[in-house]
């Protein structure tokens, strides 16, 4: 909105029932709940089976109940109890019409177990290359938190780190990977093997801005569907962006077809982000349309705010002519996608209660104060303080918590920046990562410079540490 000139116009596009951000708030809805000028597209044409499409219409109403029960009645809802034997069910169910088709799984490690199912599934059916290219991608450690990466303890042997600050006391640059070589954990230091093939040796409570990941080997075939798990700025690929991989060099290069129609080729070495492209979030299935689409729903996720009345009509409303849902309990499976997560606003006045009786006006009692203790304080915190200068952490104010992510808001712009406290990893309202730098872009006031305001050099190979310098 800062960009605007007097007399220009916005045009907002979207769907207030589909996956609301990060933040607390619904800014779209209350917009439209305000009074401005909308146009709305009552038809639903996206789906083309006349079923499903009212299915569609009644987890848009909220009728989430009738529209598992019309599910069940057309025989696309599957109970499989064990966890494996459900992926299974998934991959083989995919493979049987791979085309067009589109997986949805609420969580990230069951999207990463479903895809590597359906790549096995695929070669052995000949749909996919024999021949595996194996890759190293880099996977973020999502069992430390922000306060963990303080403590040498937690690291461990050979995980990949990757600066987003240059330390002066280290000697570390921003932008910079490394392995980690030795733990001294009663001294709580940390020795890394660098780019260069040096060795450095320091306190972890001393080095802010660090991501961690662990190597994971992934066997990629001709014939893969792909997909970026960070921005490849220098490709212009976007994150989650997908693909299909069309051939491999002698020298370990992909050459990929995007699925806009444009021919991509990487080195994996030197874009190491990577997973297969069969099954994706709810969060990154907005936007796209299959033939087909196979949801996943765990209703014992430990999770729970992942399964909810959104997701369900994300999940099924992607599918043109089909949706099948795969569940480890059908009896639970309306509640579960019965639960609404949707944002509260302290601003919104409650017209509706104050129009029907009229009472005598009484004194604002203000709300208590909630008292958070050290720890919780520390979670909260602990994130944008290891991300940024304390002079710009002062600038911001914590508003929430959203499972492992925190969320703040610039005192003065307003906009916000989220940060997942199991990797220190930045991410959109869509909760997909992005750097550091395009978080703190977009957060602080237009044109101020800030800790993260240069932009990376282009590294070689070795100089982003998978040359042999790491060759632990």
Not at 236 to 256: C, H, P, W, Y
Not at 385 to 397: H, L, S
Not at 455 to 460: G, Q, V
Request: glycine share 8%.
């Amino acid at each position: 909105m800062g960009r605007l000139h007097p007399n220009d116009r916005v045009l907002l596009v979207g769907d207030t029932r589909q996956h609301e951000a990060v933040e607390a708030g619904r800014p779209f809805a209350h917009l439209q709940e305000a009074g401005m000028k909308t146009v709305k597209l009552n038809e639903i044409v996206r789906q083309r089976d006349p079923e499903l499409k009212q299915v569609v219409e009644q987890l848009a109403r909220g009728q989430v109940g009738e529209a598992i029960g019309g599910l069940e009645r057309q025989g696309r809802v599957h109970e499989v109890k064990d966890a494996a034997e459900r992926i299974e069910a998934i991959a083989k169910e995919y493979a049987r019409l791979p085309e067009n088709t589109l997986v949805v799984s609420p969580d990230n490690r069951s999207r990463a177990e479903i895809n590597a199912k359906i790549h096995t599934e695929l070669q052995e059916r000949g749909l996919v290359g024999k021949e595996e290219y194996r890759v190293d991608a880099l996977v973020p450690r999502q069992d430390l938190t922000g306060a963990d990466r303080t403590w040498a303890a937690r690291y461990e042997f050979n995980d990949v780190l990757l600066y987003s600050r240059t330390s002066k006391e280290t000697g570390i640059e921003k932008g910079e990977y490394a392995r980690v070589k030795s733990v001294d954990a009663p001294n709580n230091l940390l020795t890394v093997v660098r780019a260069d093939g040096s060795e450095q040796t320091y306190d972890p409570r001393r080095q802010q801005g660090v991501s961690i990941y662990k190597e994971q080997e992934k066997a990629f075939s001709v014939g893969d569907r792909i997909q970026f798990t960070a921005p490849a700025n220098d490709l212009k690929v976007a994150n989650r962006e997908l693909g299909t991989i069309q051939s491999f060099t002698d020298d370990g290069r992909m050459s990929l077809r995007m699925d806009g129609g444009r021919s991509v080729s990487i080195d994996p070495r030197e874009h190491p982000h990577l997973d297969h492209g069969y099954a994706v979030t709810s969060h990154s299935s907005q936007g796209q349309t299959a033939d087909r689409v196979l949801i996943h729903i765990d209703t014992e996720l430990g999770a729970k705010d992942l399964i909810n009345n959104r997701m369900a009509y994300v999940s099924v409303s992607r599918g043109a002519h089909d949706a099948q849902i795969f569940t480890s309990d059908r009896e639970k499976l309306p509640e579960a996608l019965s639960r609404d997560v949707s944002h509260q606003s302290a601003h919104v006045p409650e017209i509706a209660q104050s129009a029907e009786r009229e009472i005598e006006p009484k004194q604002a009692v203000a709300p208590a104060e909630k008292v958070y203790t050290i720890a919780e304080h520390e979670r909260h915190w602990g994130p944008l303080k290891e991300a940024v200068t304390p002079q710009e952490a002062q600038q911001f104010a914590w508003k929430q918590e959203t499972g492992t992510i925190q969320s703040y808001q610039h005192i003065e712009t307003g906009r916000y920046v989220h940060i997942d406290g199991a990797d220190g990893e930045f991410c959109d309202r869509n909760r997909d990562p992005i750097s550091v730098k395009e978080g703190m872009d977009y957060a602080m006031p237009q044109g101020q410079a800030h800790s993260h305001s240069k932009d990376l050099p282009e590294l070689s190979i070795e100089q982003q540490g998978f040359g042999l310098g790491l060759g632990l």
